[in-house]
């Protein structure tokens, strides 16, 4: 089936500084058949007034706006089953896309319609605009992430640059609360582990942007955890045991003998400050780039040469 018209799905909670040009990359799209449906999650700030402005000047918005915040994963669901198309694009309320986007990824998916999921690449965007860096896949072929599921690694993607089938994503019950801010990690996992094809165009479609606020940004060490306890769960699933409960997760993580601490300790930390010196470029800020460069290295020096080969390939 080939797609002619598209539900583009935008969550936002209080983005009043970010919203408006998000919203305006979305109407520049050169793929024009499209409905643009932003959830407002209980927003406290200007928000919601921005976007009905917005909504008044162009019928493809259509606004839905929650009294109660449900948080990520509720909202996005509600969005999915409020939609009238067959396919969805997923984007976020700080991010921009470029006006191509949703042209080549409906062209990819017409050309290869075995693909149900398929993200993009995105440079890393500031506050202030400035870009910086190329954000990376692991799966580089449609094999790729088959090859993720059976060495019990997570698929990650772009997730505010995905386009999926939206049938799949009802059938397997959407998003995941209990998971956030992990919610699509988790989804991309089970959809994979059902058979359906997920791949990533080795295009730069989008800008995602970091800022302090962002929540991968301000609750990194969190994310980090849920992070783990999502491919602890992809594990269990494809052993065909039980799930537990994060709160399980982290006591069997104490558990741990002093070794496997600190060297997980070590990779968390590690993460860590790659994501701050994406953020301190960014802004600028040069001593702590030099501080972070040099943590970095420090920590896992092999780790970052592999890095940097996995975002070349991304070009290759």
Same mark, same amino acid.
């Given at each position: 089936?080939?797609?002619?018209?598209?539900?583009?799905?935008?969550?936002?909670?209080?983005?009043?500084?970010?919203?408006?040009?998000?919203?305006?990359?979305?109407?520049?799209?050169?793929?024009?058949?499209?409905?643009?449906?932003?959830?407002?999650?209980?927003?406290?700030?200007?928000?919601?007034?921005?976007?009905?402005?917005?909504?008044?000047?162009?019928?493809?918005?259509?606004?839905?706006?929650?009294?109660?915040?449900?948080?990520?994963?509720?909202?996005?669901?509600?969005?999915?089953?409020?939609?009238?198309?067959?396919?969805?694009?997923?984007?976020?309320?700080?991010?921009?896309?470029?006006?191509?986007?949703?042209?080549?990824?409906?062209?990819?998916?017409?050309?290869?319609?075995?693909?149900?999921?398929?993200?993009?690449?995105?440079?890393?965007?500031?506050?202030?605009?400035?870009?910086?860096?190329?954000?990376?896949?692991? !799966?580089? =072929?449609?094999?790729?992430? %088959?090859? @993720? +599921?059976?060495?019990?690694?997570? #698929?990650? /993607?772009?997730?505010?640059?995905?386009?999926?089938?939206?049938?799949?994503?009802?059938?397997?019950?959407?998003?995941?609360?209990?998971?956030?801010?992990?919610?699509?990690?988790?989804?991309?996992?089970?959809?994979?582990?059902?058979?359906?094809?997920?791949?990533?165009?080795?295009?730069?479609?989008?800008?995602?942007?970091?800022?302090?606020?962002?929540?991968?940004?301000?609750?990194?060490?969190?994310?980090?955890?849920?992070?783990?306890?999502?491919?602890?769960?992809?594990?269990?699933?494809?052993?065909?045991?039980?799930?537990?409960?994060?709160?399980?997760?982290?006591?069997?993580?104490?558990?741990?003998?002093?070794?496997?601490?600190?060297?997980?300790?070590?990779?968390?930390?590690?993460?860590?400050?790659?994501?701050?010196?994406?953020?301190? !470029?960014? =802004?600028?800020?040069?001593? %702590?780039? @030099? +501080?972070?460069?040099?943590?970095? #290295?420090? /920590?896992?020096?092999?780790?970052?040469?592999?890095?940097?080969?996995?975002?070349?390939?991304?070009?290759?």
């Amino acid at each position: 089936m080939r797609i002619k018209f598209i539900s583009i799905i935008m969550p936002v909670w209080n983005d009043e500084r970010f919203i408006l040009d998000s919203i305006q990359s979305v109407l520049n799209q050169t793929f024009k058949n499209f409905e643009l449906i932003i959830i407002n999650d209980a927003s406290t700030d200007n928000s919601l007034r921005l976007i009905q402005e917005k909504a008044n000047l162009d019928k493809r918005i259509k606004v839905l706006s929650l009294k109660k915040n449900l948080g990520m994963a509720n909202a996005l669901n509600e969005a999915i089953k409020y939609s009238k198309g067959e396919y969805i694009a997923r984007m976020d309320s700080d991010d921009l896309m470029y006006e191509n986007r949703i042209e080549e990824q409906v062209k990819y998916m017409n050309n290869n319609e075995d693909v149900e999921v398929l993200s993009c690449l995105g440079t890393y965007l500031g506050v202030n605009g400035n870009n910086f860096g190329v954000t990376s896949t692991e !799966i580089i =072929n449609h094999q790729s992430f %088959k090859h @993720l +599921i059976r060495n019990n690694k997570p #698929i990650g /993607l772009l997730h505010p640059g995905t386009v999926f089938k939206k049938k799949i994503v009802q059938e397997i019950g959407g998003y995941n609360k209990i998971f956030w801010p992990a919610e699509d990690i988790d989804l991309w996992n089970r959809l994979a582990l059902k058979g359906h094809v997920i791949y990533v165009q080795k295009k730069i479609l989008m800008k995602y942007r970091i800022h302090e606020n962002s929540i991968i940004t301000s609750k990194f060490l969190d994310s980090y955890n849920i992070y783990k306890w999502v491919k602890y769960c992809l594990v269990c699933k494809n052993m065909n045991k039980p799930e537990i409960g994060y709160a399980d997760f982290i006591d069997y993580q104490k558990k741990k003998n002093i070794f496997i601490k600190i060297n997980n300790l070590r990779k968390l930390y590690y993460n860590y400050y790659l994501r701050r010196l994406i953020l301190y !470029i960014l =802004n600028k800020n040069f001593l %702590k780039i @030099l +501080i972070s460069i040099f943590l970095i #290295i420090l /920590l896992r020096p092999f780790k970052l040469i592999n890095n940097l080969k996995k975002r070349l390939r991304n070009f290759l």
